[in-house]
Nanobody, 116 residues
Framework: QRPLVEFGGGLVQAGGSLRLSCAAS????????IGWFRQTPGNERELVAS???????IYVDSVKGRFTISRDNAKNTVYLQMNSLKPEDTAVYYC??????????WGQGTQVTVSS
């Protein structure tokens, strides 16, 4: 069983919406800060948004007001609601979970493509 499994990528027109889901095993979810990263070819993976076990949230400036991260403790799942999508949001999106100790896990990635 993979520690993190992502769902919800796809192709959408500019201005549209997608919701990404990251399902984590219970032992990981309850102890981890969970974040969404994205990566385009030739570029480093960048943090998009993250949420701690206590609910503290950060966003990269380029998605503020458009993306919302949330966690459902009953389902061990973190969501990234993406609205008003732009072509520059096109990337492979990865879920990441990490502990204070520094141990971390990555999901397999899901492609998001926004057409203009």
């Amino acid at each position: 069983q993979r520690p993190l499994v992502e769902f919800g990528g796809g192709l959408v027109q500019a201005g549209g919406s997608l919701r990404l889901s990251c399902a984590a095993s219970e032992g990981i979810f309850s102890r981890s800060t969970i974040g969404w990263f994205r990566q385009t070819p030739g570029n480093e993976r960048e943090l998009v948004a993250s949420i701690t076990t206590g609910g503290s949230i950060i966003y990269v400036d380029s998605v503020k007001g458009r993306f919302t991260i949330s966690r459902d403790n009953a389902k061990n799942t973190v969501y990234l609601q993406m609205n008003s999508l732009k072509p520059e949001d096109t990337a492979v999106y990865y879920c990441n979970a990490h502990l204070l100790s520094g141990i971390f896990w990555w999901g397999q990635g899901t492609q998001v493509t926004v057409s203009s």
